[in-house]
């Protein structure tokens, strides 16, 4: 039990260190949506290099749809 204890006490100094050693840069406050995130976005693709299908060229399944 005495192990626990000991144990618990020791994360519980590393938790305190990494959170006092963070400072003003260490944000606890969770997963962020919207407008207020930090991270910067993704740049767009150039549009010559989207991946757009190739045209495929339309041909009749069979001779009957075509008009005579």
Do not use: Q
Not at 2 to 14: D, P, R, S
Not at 22 to 27: A, E, F, R, T, V
Request: proline share 9%.
């Amino acid at each position: 039990m005495w192990k626990i204890v000991v144990g618990f006490v020791l994360f519980a100094a590393l938790a305190m260190f990494v959170i006092i050693k963070g400072g003003n840069d260490l944000d606890m406050s969770g997963e962020k949506h919207g407008t207020d995130t930090s991270h910067a976005p993704a740049p767009a693709a150039p549009a010559s290099d989207a991946a757009a299908p190739a045209p495929v060229a339309a041909t009749p399944a069979s001779g009957a749809s075509e008009a005579k």
